[in-house]
């Protein structure tokens, strides 16, 4: 299910990198579904914007050094924060920022405190990216983009898992009801209900993220979008901007 070379940056656009990381499983006690995992890296001239940390493995902490300094340490939901610790250990004078309820999500183990998620501005890469928190009953997840490359970065907002990919039968009917099969993936369809209340706000922010006019959109889990994403967008939230 990963997408190797593992552990190592690879170009997305000037300034952007993507690592593509390892498997981890999510999900009801059974069946849980793995999920590929993918981190962002963007060079601002302040440092480096490190969005859902990747394990902080030897070869890529020499690759981030020749790159630059790690300044801000991004959790953008309540469930992207299993290496935040590690990477905050190695760049102990890096920024974190928490997108609501990962404390909660994390329990008494997760030590680490941050600051707020949870406005649209005041950042201090206001003027390279962009923040669009987008709050629903579950959770909060807080999008970005990159305002020099157009570039897009999602965590959960739209998955994209490929068939041939998956382990099983079942896991590849599992994508396909949920909405997130490529290439056609989408919002998962259990993450649309818990919008339910916010119907409204969430195709606010969907409009928001079309006017940006993304040229590219990476995700965290399947394959990314690498032209278009704009029109992804719409596809992908036709449900939703049809209502």
Known sequence: MTYPPLDTLKPVADNVWIVDGPVVRFGMPWPKMPFSTRMTVIHLRDGLFIHSPTPLTASLRAEIAALGTPRWLIGPNRIHYSWIADWARAYPAAEIYLAPRIAEQAGPAFTLSGRDLTARD??????????????????????????????????????????????????????????VQAPDGGMPRDMRLTFGRQKRQLKAAVETMIGWQPARIVIAHGRWFETDGAAELRRAFSWLLKA
């Open 122 to 179: 005041g950042y201090p890469w206001d003027a390279e990216i962009a923040t669009l928190p987008i709050a629903g009953s579950y959770m909060t997840e807080v999008e970005f983009f990159h305002l020099p490359s157009r570039t897009l970065v999602l965590t959960d907002l739209i998955e994209n898992f490929e068939a041939d990919k998956l382990p099983s039968t079942l896991h590849r009917w599992l994508t396909r009801i949920a909405g």
